[in-house]
T-cell receptor, first 116, second 109 residues
Framework: DGGITQSPKYLFRKEGQNVTLSCEQNLNHDAMYWYRQDPGQGLRLIYYSQIVNDFQKGDIAEGYSVSREKKESFPLTVTSAQKNPTAFYLC???????????????FGPGTRLTVL | DAKTTQPPSMDCAEGRAANLPCNHSTISGNEYVYWYRQIHSQGPQYIIHGLKNNETNEMASLIITEDRKSSTLILPHATLRDTAVYYC??????????FGDGTTLTVKP
């Protein structure tokens, strides 16, 4: 049963603590993405990775960090430097984009992070 | 990537066709139009995409104008389960996507 999983679904942390969100996929996709979504708004790209051991900043990377040591995994760390971390976080994967073509992204169920 | 403009909300009667417009007047020749939808508190789901020609699949139809500056997603027989936020994306830059605020479609009985 192929898919993309995120855990946990709900996460609570105290202010000032770093927290790592998990994202795993078994679709054999090369590219993976992290988005942030605030209430009533669209998705904003945090980081993306087109291949193992490589990743690029998206539009709102400040206060976040990622790693891509394995093809299947793309964890996101929300650091204490992120001023307003409470949000819905979505991970996605796709076949590696080739040239200027874009391939549809498959999304996980999301993690709702609340910082108290 | 080209910017897209969508109406913030639309209503549709159950069983009728839902026509969701998207303007992308700055689209370039190699950029595709993609549509996703997001049901409340879930991850977005891919619906359909196209470059120049109209496209149809089991979920929807995509009509792209000849000048490619706008498109319309058509849900031929909307059901209550089609109530969601619909995002139109224009993307030719490998790897990066910009999801705007989308259109909230409410299907009413």
């Amino acid at each position: 049963d192929g898919g993309i999983t995120q855990s946990p679904k709900y996460l609570f942390r105290k202010e000032g603590q770093n927290v790592t969100l998990s994202c795993e996929q078994n679709l054999n996709h090369d590219a993976m993405y992290w988005y942030r979504q605030d209430p009533g708004q669209g998705l904003r790209l945090i980081y993306y990775s087109q291949i193992v051991n490589d990743f690029q900043k998206g539009d709102i990377a400040e206060g976040y960090s990622v790693s891509r040591e394995k093809k299947e995994s793309f964890p996101l760390t929300v650091t204490s430097a992120q001023k307003n971390p409470t949000a819905f976080y979505l991970c996605a994967s796709s076949i590696r984009p080739r040239g200027v073509s874009y391939n549809e992204q498959f999304f996980g169920p999301g993690t709702r992070l609340t910082v108290l | 990537d080209a910017k897209t403009t969508q109406p913030p909300s639309m209503d549709c009667a159950e069983g009728r066709a839902a026509n969701l417009p998207c303007n992308h007047s700055t689209i370039s020749g190699n950029e595709y139009v993609y549509w996703y939808r997001q049901i409340h508190s879930q991850g977005p789901q891919y619906i359909i995409h196209g470059l120049k020609n109209n496209e149809t699949n089991e979920m929807a139809s995509l009509i792209i104008t000849e000048d490619r500056k706008s498109s319309t997603l058509i849900l031929p027989h909307a059901t209550l389960r089609d109530t969601a936020v619909y995002y139109c994306i224009v993307n030719g830059n490998a790897g990066k996507s910009t999801f705007g605020d989308g259109t909230t479609l409410t299907v009413k009985p």
